[in-house]
């Protein structure tokens, strides 16, 4: 009983962690249309939130352990159930960008201390990556789960009404709800080598593993792929309303099914891998992500909005579209657990942080230009320049099989 009670702390703080984290391509529309700004300053909501993730993680993850899992999380918990309450009452964007600066502390909280209790939670490998896996699925069960609950603020009559921040309100109690389960559960303590590391070590020890070729490949193929699938995941509300002239809430509904097909992409390539090799299949879903993206924009042009009032009166092109989550979602978990995989046990936690690091700057660059070229080229031209990064991926992919192989072999000399 009192590890479940942990396990629905931890799985109900992420939840909520995922609605707020990836609501920011619904803010990103609502702010244009509340606030009356340009997209480039909207897509500096990816930076906010994402750059304060990486930089709180590469600071206080090594403090963490000593200050405790419990007071880390409650820490995070308490700042973001604050910020949700103050943002509808100040009603302006400033206050925006502070929760989401606030969120992105929160979250590098949360991630730290959920990763390393899920280890003390497990007793081998196999708990181990079930337990994860069912708190990622969770997580994912939020993503999807946002897009409706803000959608359901957004008033269609009146788009730009700033009725739509009262989800906050809400928002803070379910944050409020976590906190007491966090206060009750017997969250774990870290173990006494980890609580006595030096934060000097860990930070020279994530420099020193960043210097090596594979550890670089790897780094940049993570920072690409991040930056499509925040580019698109976080513009395409807005694609759907400016360039498929679809209304507001139906802008934001549809978007789900891209958190949707990534989450069912990452089941199904679990269950593909267990026959054929991650590299022609890593190599596939990328070919095909590029293959899309040229085959739907066209359905895209010219398409007018007539009497769209539902989810099935929306043209083609809107569904097609965010099945690019499909081709996508494989590529993240396969490269990290590749990569993990060929480290020694003792490197795997200077690993995650720069894997949180360059995740979190591909995030914001892929967000930040996709704004940009949204506002001073249009919308498909933006989702047309996706394109770069795709090859990018490709060619990382080919360097990352060669020089694993280089390495595997050294290392059996």
Same mark, same amino acid.
């Given at each position: 009983?009192?590890? %479940?009670?942990v396990?629905?702390?931890?799985?109900?703080?992420?939840?909520?962690?995922?609605?707020?984290?990836?609501?920011?391509? @619904?803010? =990103?529309?609502?702010?244009?249309? $509340?606030?009356? =700004?340009?997209k480039?300053?909207?897509?500096t909501?990816?930076?906010?939130?994402?750059?304060?993730?990486?930089?709180?993680?590469?600071?206080?993850?090594? +403090?963490?352990?000593?200050?405790?899992?419990?007071?880390?999380?409650?820490?995070?918990?308490? %700042?973001?159930?604050?910020?949700?309450?103050? @943002?509808? *009452?100040?009603?302006?964007f400033?206050?925006?960008?502070?929760?989401?600066?606030?969120?992105?502390?929160?979250f590098?909280?949360?991630k730290?201390?959920?990763? &390393?209790?899920?280890?003390?939670?497990?007793?081998d490998?196999?708990?181990?990556?079930?337990?994860?896996? #069912? =708190?990622?699925?969770?997580?994912?069960?939020?993503?999807?789960?946002?897009?409706?609950? +803000?959608? &359901? +603020?957004?008033?269609?009559?009146?788009?730009?009404?700033p009725?739509?921040?009262?989800?906050?309100?809400?928002?803070?109690?379910?944050?409020?709800?976590?906190?007491?389960?966090?206060?009750?559960a017997?969250?774990p303590?870290?173990?006494?080598k !980890?609580?006595?590391?030096?934060?000097?070590?860990?930070? $020279?020890?994530?420099?020193?593993?960043?210097?090596?070729?594979?550890?670089?490949?790897?780094?940049?193929?993570?920072?690409?792929? !991040?930056?499509?699938?925040?580019?698109?995941?976080?513009?395409?509300? #807005?694609?759907?309303?400016?360039?498929?002239?679809?209304? !507001?809430?139906?802008? *934001?509904?549809?978007t789900?099914?891209?958190?949707?097909?990534?989450?069912?992409?990452?089941?199904?390539?679990?269950?593909?891998?267990?026959?054929?090799?991650?590299?022609?299949?890593?190599?596939?879903?990328?070919?095909?992500?590029?293959?899309? =993206?040229?085959?739907t924009?066209?359905?895209?042009?010219?398409?007018?909005? $007539?009497?769209?009032?539902?989810?099935?009166? &929306?043209?083609?092109? &809107?569904?097609?579209?965010?099945?690019?989550?499909?081709?996508?979602?494989?590529?993240?978990?396969?490269?990290?657990?590749v990569?993990?995989?060929?480290?020694?046990?003792?490197?795997?936690?200077?690993? #995650?942080?720069?894997? *949180?690091? +360059?995740?979190?700057?591909?995030?914001?660059?892929?967000?930040?230009?996709?704004?940009?070229?949204?506002?001073?080229?249009g919308?498909?031209?933006?989702?047309?320049?996706?394109?770069?990064?795709? !090859?990018?991926?490709?060619?990382?992919?080919?360097?990352?099989?060669?020089?694993?192989q280089?390495?595997? @072999?050294?290392?059996?000399?």
């Amino acid at each position: 009983m009192p590890r %479940l009670l942990v396990i629905a702390a931890i799985a109900a703080s992420y939840f909520a962690f995922a609605i707020l984290l990836n609501s920011v391509g @619904t803010v =990103i529309l609502q702010s244009i249309n $509340t606030f009356d =700004i340009s997209k480039p300053e909207a897509a500096t909501l990816e930076g906010y939130k994402d750059l304060t993730i990486a930089f709180v993680s590469f600071l206080v993850a090594s +403090f963490v352990p000593r200050l405790g899992y419990k007071v880390a999380m409650l820490a995070a918990l308490l %700042l973001v159930t604050a910020a949700c309450l103050i @943002t509808p *009452v100040v009603s302006e964007f400033v206050a925006i960008k502070a929760l989401f600066a606030c969120i992105g502390a929160g979250f590098a909280l949360i991630k730290v201390s959920v990763y &390393a209790m899920v280890g003390l939670l497990s007793s081998d490998t196999r708990s181990h990556s079930s337990l994860l896996n #069912t =708190i990622e699925g969770i997580f994912m069960v939020g993503v999807l789960s946002g897009y409706w609950i +803000f959608s &359901a +603020f957004v008033d269609p009559l009146n788009p730009g009404s700033p009725v739509w921040m009262n989800v906050y309100y809400w928002l803070a109690a379910l944050l409020a709800i976590n906190v007491l389960l966090v206060c009750v559960a017997p969250v774990p303590s870290a173990d006494e080598k !980890v609580r006595e590391q030096s934060a000097i070590a860990a930070f $020279t020890g994530m420099l020193k593993l960043a210097y090596q070729p594979l550890v670089i490949i790897f780094v940049v193929s993570i920072f690409l792929y !991040v930056l499509i699938e925040q580019g698109i995941g976080s513009w395409l509300p #807005t694609f759907n309303n400016e360039v498929l002239h679809l209304p !507001v809430d139906i802008s *934001v509904q549809i978007t789900s099914l891209f958190a949707l097909s990534i989450a069912v992409g990452r089941l199904a390539a679990g269950q593909v891998l267990r026959f054929i090799n991650w590299f022609p299949f890593l190599l596939g879903c990328a070919v095909l992500m590029g293959g899309l =993206i040229i085959i739907t924009l066209p359905m895209a042009e010219g398409h007018q909005a $007539t009497g769209i009032t539902q989810l099935s009166d &929306a043209p083609l092109a &809107a569904f097609i579209l965010p099945m690019i989550g499909l081709l996508m979602a494989p590529l993240y978990p396969i490269l990290n657990s590749v990569m993990l995989s060929a480290l020694d046990s003792h490197k795997q936690a200077a690993m #995650t942080g720069l894997i *949180v690091v +360059f995740s979190a700057l591909g995030g914001t660059t892929g967000s930040v230009i996709t704004g940009y070229l949204f506002e001073h080229m249009g919308g498909q031209h933006a989702f047309y320049m996706q394109l770069v990064p795709v !090859v990018g991926i490709i060619a990382a992919i080919f360097l990352f099989r060669q020089v694993s192989q280089k390495d595997q @072999t050294a290392s059996a000399v």
